[in-house]
């Protein structure tokens, strides 16, 4: 499948505004707007109504960064629909990925023979997908499907099954719309880049006294 062209994230409009509220402390630059995701997340959602009819998929979010795209992606959806959720930690520097992951928390059922719809947040490397992706497959469903909210421009990522990206977008940082920086901004309804003082304020903060 192609990546789907239709979003305004590299248009020449101005950069939207960042909204005064304190959720948005310490954000930059909003990259994609509310309204930019809210239109992907109803376009997918129809296109998983029409592919998945007669199936009751179950779609599979990785937790946390996930739950705000799986949760909006399944209220937009009309047919029947099952969710389940899987923790995962990744071994080794929290900063780049392995590609090795621990089961925090595995999926409550079987999916020997169901059609799976895989709902991520954001593939960096891939790597973490690619582990997913093998992991399931073990399992024998009847076929899965990958769908992405975020792809980051990476000439370096690896070549991983992603049917179905809302943006793909440079290859920064990105918070909010489920994804965190130190467990905060997942309440944002939008994807932004952070000022990078915040970082620099945290290493300050974690440095030993
Ligand atoms: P990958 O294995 O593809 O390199 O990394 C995937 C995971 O790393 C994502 O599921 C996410 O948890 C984390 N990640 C990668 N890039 C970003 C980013 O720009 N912002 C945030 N908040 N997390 C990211």
């Known amino acids: 499948m192609t990546h789907h062209e239709d979003n305004d994230t590299d248009t020449e ?35 998983l109504d029409g592919e998945y009819r007669d199936d009751r998929p179950l779609l599979i979010g990785v937790l946390k960064g996930a ?12 047919i029947p629909v099952e969710i389940d959720f899987m923790a995962i930690s990744s071994y080794g520097a929290s900063t780049t990925s392995s590609g090795v992951v621990r089961i925090l928390k595995d999926l409550d059922q079987e999916i020997v023979g169901r059609r ?15 582990y997913l992706l093998d992991l399931l497959r073990r399992r024998e469903p009847k076929d899965i499907r990958v769908v992405a909210l975020l792809k980051k421009n990476k000439p370096n990522a690896v070549d991983v099954q992603v049917d179905r990206v809302a943006f793909e ?3 920064e940082f ?7 920086y130190a467990e905060i901004y997942r309440n944002l309804p939008y994807v932004a880049v952070l000022d990078p003082e915040v970082y620099s304020e945290a290493s300050v903060k974690a440095e030993p006294e």
């Open 174 to 180: 990105v918070v909010g719309y489920g994804l965190d």
């Open 116 to 130: 799976i719809i895989i709902i991520e947040d954001i593939v960096d490397s891939g790597l973490t997908l690619q």
């Open 13 to 47: 409009q101005p950069a939207p505004a960042i909204p005064d509220e304190t959720r948005a402390d310490g954000v930059a630059r909003v990259l994609i707007p509310e309204r930019d995701i809210q239109h992907e997340v109803q376009a997918i959602a129809r296109e």
């Open 169 to 171: 977008i440079p290859d």
């Open 67 to 78: 739950a705000s795209f799986l949760v909006d992606v399944m209220k937009h959806m009309t």
